[in-house]
């Protein structure tokens, strides 16, 4: 069975910065895109980031130049270094990994149980 397990959410000032991270553990044959998605408060899920399992990137508009996605494949894990952090990025964070767990079965979605952040004075 695939779990992801998210760690490193909290309680921030603004301009502040944390770094979220993921594993991925389990029954795991190979792991593609892995990816950070949020949820604020009475909003839609919405994208953070994605990264390829060649290392390729894509941001959300407003992440952009304040948001890093990274990942070490050896350790399937995926990493969310977050800069400059504002109020409105307050949300709750959720790890994503597109896997295949074993040789010849589906790719399909894995999401794990969310870490929350907090951007307050």
């Known amino acids: 069975q695939v779990r992801l397990v998210e760690s490193g959410g909290g309680l921030v000032q603004p301009g502040g910065s944390l770094r979220l991270s993921c594993a991925a553990s389990?029954?795991?044959?190979?792991?593609?895109?892995m990816g950070w998605y949020r949820q604020a408060p009475g909003k839609e899920r919405e994208l953070v980031a994605v990264?390829?399992?060649?290392?390729?990137?894509n941001y959300a508009d407003s992440m952009k130049g304040r948001f890093t996605i990274y990942r070490d494949n050896a350790k399937k894990m995926v990493y969310l270094q977050m800069n400059t952090l504002k109020p409105e990025d307050t949300a709750v964070y959720y790890c994503?990994?597109?896997?295949?767990?074993?040789?010849?079965?589906?790719?399909?979605?894995?999401w794990g149980q969310g870490t929350q952040v907090t951007v307050t004075s």
């Open positions: 990264i390829g399992g060649s290392g390729g990137t």
């Open positions: 389990g029954s795991i044959f190979s792991v593609n895109d």
């Open positions: 994503n990994a597109r896997i295949a767990p074993y040789r010849y079965s589906v790719v399909r979605d894995y």
